[in-house]
């Protein structure tokens, strides 16, 4: 089992090289907002374990097994992010909860929160009780119970 520490480490490298096609020392402590001798550290112990490769003077990469967790964080990293915009959370704000949600939800939780997502993004048409959420945030009031109470008013008065 690998530190949410360390699978930063390998989510950031994999962005990294997808971005720049390479993962050098100063990206990877730019990116995670760490000093180069931190990053060195701890990118000696992946890959000690196995999950980069690294090279002094040729920066880091990952091996398939260090790929395959990166992947795997990234893909929980922009559901929970994609999730969080979808209930209007600001996108700075959505991006750094992400990244601490990304390690603490089960399997399980991540994946249903993945439906609900490619449900929402997946609909013809924006959903009404989306929308009805959009004013509940603004307003307070549920759009629904407004409905009811101006109908309430409307049959008092007729």
Request: proline share 4%; glycine share 6%; aromatic share 8%.
């Amino acid at each position: 089992m690998l530190s949410r520490k360390a699978e930063d480490y390998l989510e950031a490298i994999l962005r990294i090289a997808k971005m720049k096609g390479y993962a050098r020392i100063k990206d990877i402590a730019l990116a995670l907002g760490v000093t180069p001798s931190s990053v060195v550290e701890m990118v000696k112990r992946l890959n000690d374990r196995g999950f980069v490769e690294y090279r002094k003077y040729d920066g880091v990469t990952l091996t398939p097994k260090g790929e395959e967790i990166g992947k795997a964080v990234w893909g929980r990293h922009t559901t929970i992010r994609s999730f969080l915009e979808i209930i209007k959370v600001p996108e700075d704000i959505a991006n750094k909860d992400a990244c601490i949600i990304e390690h603490e939800l089960h399997a399980k939780t991540i994946e249903q929160v993945k439906n609900l997502v490619n449900f929402v993004k997946s609909a013809p048409d924006y959903p009404q009780w989306l929308e009805h959420f959009e004013i509940f945030c603004r307003t307070g009031v549920h759009p629904c119970e407004e409905e009811k109470r101006k109908e309430r008013v409307h049959r008092l008065s007729s």
